[in-house]
Structures are given as C-alpha cells and as structure tokens.
C-alpha cells in the first residue's frame, strides 16, 4: 500500500531512549517504525534532526487584547513556528457559559494552524452552577485566580468575537469560590488550575511598596512574597485532600513555592506542577525596564536554580509558556512598575530556550524535555495516547528539531500579536525547524506552510 507520508533518517526520542528510524505516517497517525521506504506521497527529509511528540503549551492566554478570531491565527502561527502542536487556552469570560462559551468556540473553530484545547476560568457562583456545560463542551479542566479580589481584583476578560474592545472586569475569587469550585471539579473528575497567590497579602504588599514610593521589578516581587504563594498553597491543598480533587499549580518560579508543594504531596494532596521558561531564565536581579513584569513575579538567581533542579529531579511535571499576546503601548502604558501591564509573550520561544538553555547545558536530557514538553501534559489532561507519545495510532503530532541550528530571537520572528519579546537579541543553539500536526506540515524553516483551520480542538477524555 502507499502511505500519505514517511518522515526518514531522524533521530527518534521515545521514553526507552533514542531510535534511528523512518516514521510513517498515514490518515493523520503514525503507523510505524521502520528501516524500510515503503510507498509513500510525500517525503520529509530528517537527516540530522530529532522527532519527539508535538510540544503542548498548556498555558496560554490569547483572545484578551484581540478577539479570538484574529488572536487564534496570529498565537497559532506563532505557536507553529516555536514547535507547539497543541496550545491550551486560559479562557476568561465573565458572564455565564450559557450565554458565551458557544460564539468564543464558533470562532475559535476555523483560525487555529494547530490544535487547541481549553481550561475554563471560574470567577462566580454562576460559573460553578455551569462547569458541567462546560464538560460537554470538551472543556474539561478549570482555572482558579487567588490572586484577584479585593483591591487586587482587576482582570480584563476574553473579548467577545470580532470586537476590538478591552474587557475590563473587577472579580473577587473568594475561598468559598475556590472551595465550590474545587468540590465541582471533583464531582466531574476534572484538575483544578490554580494561581495560587493570596490576594489580601498582595494587596497588602502593593499597598505598602507604593507608600515607600518603590519602583522596579525587585519591588513588585517583594511586594508579591513567594510567602504569598505558600499560604494560597496551603489553602487550595487542603480543599484539595477534602474532596479528592487533582490540584495542577501553574507558573510555580519560587523555592519557597516549590518546598511547600512537596510538603502537601506528603499530606496527601493530589498535585502536578508547571513552571514557565522565565523562572529559568530571568531574575529581578538582572532584568532591566518593566518588560518581564509578570504574575507571579520572576524572583532571583537562587529561584532558578532551585526551578532547574527541581525539573532535574523530576519534581516538576511541566512547562507551559504563561503566553500572554499583548503589545508594548500597552504593556509599558503607565509610568512605573505599578502601571505596566504584567505578562508577555512566550509561546514562540519555549522551545529553543529549552534546548539552549536545558539540553544544550546538561541540566535536562531529551527524555525529559519530551515529559515536560508532550507526555505529561497529555497524561494529566486526558490526551493520552492520542497527544504525548509517538506510539503507533496516535496522532502524527512531531516536532522536529535541529540541535545546532543558532538564530537570533527577535519579535517578528514568530508572526504573532506582540511586537516585543523579552529574549530580544538573545542567540540560541537548538530550534525546531519542521512543525507536524496530525501528519501535516504545518512550519518548516521559520515559515508557516499549513492552513489555516487544519488546527482542531482536541476531544479530551475524563480521568
């Protein structure tokens, strides 16, 4: 028989180790692994390259500064030239999911280059009474913010399709909302994603930094203690063990973080940890301007050592970007710490900071980063083993990437929304170079070359 397309000659990262193969690929799934060249329409040449499963941003904001419709084409695009196959959304709505989850999914539907999924944000009694619509929407993993209410409690909310105008909110993510939401989750057997930062201590921090009239990035990270981190921890953990909840923790960057998760995992919480590529790689210490400002704050050069030794000993589960397609006249609009807007882009970069910084150094190993990248995420989010691994009958989800290509990272590289990256000018060693979802090319070579609408929202399964 002939088969739709055969991938030759790549080094392949399985969880047994490295293998040199050809890959075949037929109807969107891989088929086999095979020294032979059997009948095949298309050819992808990948002599001197390694194959692992398509890279998973599990945290991704997109939607807020442009409407879904346009921000699924320009983050996707981004998305595919960085080597992500499959990005998971933080949707933000506001209003009851009856009434808006439906047209953010219409128009999400046709503007994705790659797969997406979604994680739900729940801010109101209303919302929880809904999660199960959400369930039945393919969502099937929810969002909790501890860090916005009370003077803190300033969100902007996804846009509604084909708008062009910021959604500007005030919530107040109480404990009982946290507790309610947690209790729901378990009742659908769905994680909980948790921001976990007290937002009373935090309003308290800010408060009292912009007394002592305090600017910078050290302020805004010791107006928001990783003190503050641990005590939502503690909270969230607990309401966690009551009702058998899985607890996934994003962006954790901080030591202080990191202890007291292993001190609830004792506890007998269910927990998974995310990290994001800035506590890898940027400190208040040596960051310059206002650019990396971000929620939680990146912390000091001990911080991510302890991040990096924790993903060398297998203490974090994942990686996800904390990706957020904003631009500069926003994000620098006031004229302090205090007034420019926190998050920034990263989707587009993950990977080759990864490879540069991780295996290129010796700190992780391609095994690993394959676990931190794809498998895990898949695990913990009910893709598994259609998404994650390269085995026979997944789908054909392969990044493809060159080790010892270097490139210069600059923000039109990557063809999304933000025109500003915080790794400006950085040169990096390791980068993927072909992008392969469900058997189509997608990105080869910094160039989108699949369509627009190839990319499908994933159908996940309940843990």
């Not at 994680?191 to 910078?216: F, M, N, Q, R, W």
């Not at 259609?386 to 270097?406: F, H, R, V, Y």
């Not at 040169?427 to 170079?433: E, M």
């Amino acid at each position: 028989m002939t088969f739709d397309t055969i991938i030759t000659d790549s080094h392949i990262i399985l969880p047994s180790g490295l293998i040199d193969k050809n890959i075949v690929i037929d109807d969107g799934k891989i088929v086999k692994f095979t020294n032979d060249m059997p009948a095949c329409d298309h050819k992808i040449n990948g002599n001197g390259l390694v194959s692992i499963p398509g890279a998973i941003d599990t945290h991704v904001h997109y939607g807020v500064y442009s409407p879904i419709n346009q921000a699924a084409k320009t983050e996707s695009h981004a998305a595919a030239i960085g080597g992500i196959t499959t990005m998971m959304r933080m949707l933000r709505l506001g209003e009851k999911f009856s009434e808006s989850l439906q047209p953010q999914l219409d128009a999400a539907s046709q503007n994705h280059y790659v797969d997406y999924t979604i994680h739900a944000s729940i801010f109101t009694p209303e919302q929880i009474s809904e999660m199960n619509l959400c369930v039945k929407n393919k969502i099937t993993s929810f969002k909790i913010y501890m860090n916005l209410g009370g003077e803190v409690g300033h969100v902007y909310m996804d846009m509604p399709p084909n708008s062009s105008d910021l959604v500007s909110a005030k919530v107040n993510v109480t404990n009982e909302i946290v507790e309610q939401t947690v209790k729901t989750a378990a009742s659908l057997k769905c994680p909980v994603l948790v921001h976990a930062e007290d937002y009373e201590s935090c309003g308290c921090g800010i408060k009292t930094a912009k007394e002592k009239k305090k600017d910078g990035l050290s302020a805004w990270s010791e107006s928001r203690s990783p003190e503050y981190e641990v005590k939502a921890i503690k909270t969230v953990s607990k309401f966690g063990r009551d009702y058998d909840c899985v607890i996934y923790f994003v962006h954790i960057g901080s030591e202080l973080a990191l202890k007291q998760i292993e001190e609830e995992r004792k506890l007998g919480t269910k927990i998974f940890v995310e990290t994001c590529p800035h506590y890898l790689t940027l400190s208040y210490e040596k960051q310059q301007g206002y650019l990396a400002k971000v929620m939680p704050p990146i912390r000091t050069e001990q911080d991510t050592k302890a991040v990096w030794q924790a993903l060398a000993g297998n203490r974090i589960d994942t990686i996800g970007t904390d990706h957020v397609a904003n631009q500069l006249k926003l994000k620098l609009g006031g004229e302090d710490v205090w007034g420019a807007l926190a998050g920034f882009p990263g989707i587009g970069t993950v990977m080759p900071i990864l490879l540069n910084d991780g295996i290129n150094q010796n700190k992780i190993s391609l095994e690993q980063l394959v676990k931190f990248t794809s498998y895990n995420a898949a695990r913990i989010f009910g893709m598994y083993p259609q998404k994650g691994s390269l085995e026979p009958n997944s789908d054909a989800d392969i990044t493809m990437i060159d080790l010892k290509k270097e490139k210069k990272v600059t923000s039109d590289l990557f063809g999304g929304f933000s025109d500003y990256i915080v790794y400006e000018g950085r040169n990096l060693k390791g980068w993927p170079v072909k992008t392969i979802v469900r058997g189509k090319l997608v990105a080869e070579d910094f160039e989108v070359v699949g369509k627009l609408g190839h990319g499908k929202l994933v159908t996940r399964s309940i843990n």
